[in-house]
Nanobody, 120 residues
């Protein structure tokens, strides 16, 4: 059974940092692009970042470019999102998904999410 389990969320003050993890199992992790998505309260889901299967290329939404860094450890079947200089508007439920940016419309490819809350 395919499974994605996100962790590492929490409450953080503006300017702070968090590192999210996504543990993958049940599929061949090394053959898939992987993506981070997020959904803020009362809003639709938003694409954040995608990394290729080898971890060599990554792309970012303009809203997080220069602050967030996506990475992966294929030996551990784990995806990461390093979040720096967090802003209140980064508050959202963060999901990892199996695949590229098009997984924004494919809820079945997402994990259950981890909550990131910005707080003064």
């Amino acid at each position: 059974e395919e499974q994605l389990v996100e962790s590492g969320g929490g409450m953080v003050r503006p300017g702070g940092s968090l590192r999210l993890s996504c543990a993958a199992s049940g599929f061949t992790f090394t053959t898939y692009h992987m993506t981070w998505l997020r959904q803020a309260p009362g809003k639709g889901p938003e694409w954040v970042s995608t990394i290729d299967s080898r971890g060599e290329k990554s792309v970012y939404a303009d809203s997080v470019k220069g602050r967030f860094a996506i990475s992966r450890d294929n030996a551990r079947n784990t995806l990461y999102l390093q979040m720096n200089n967090l802003k209140l508007e980064d508050t959202a439920l963060y999901y990892c998904s199996r695949g590229g940016r098009n997984t924004l419309a494919m809820r079945e490819t997402w994990g259950r999410g981890t909550q990131v809350t910005g707080s003064e």
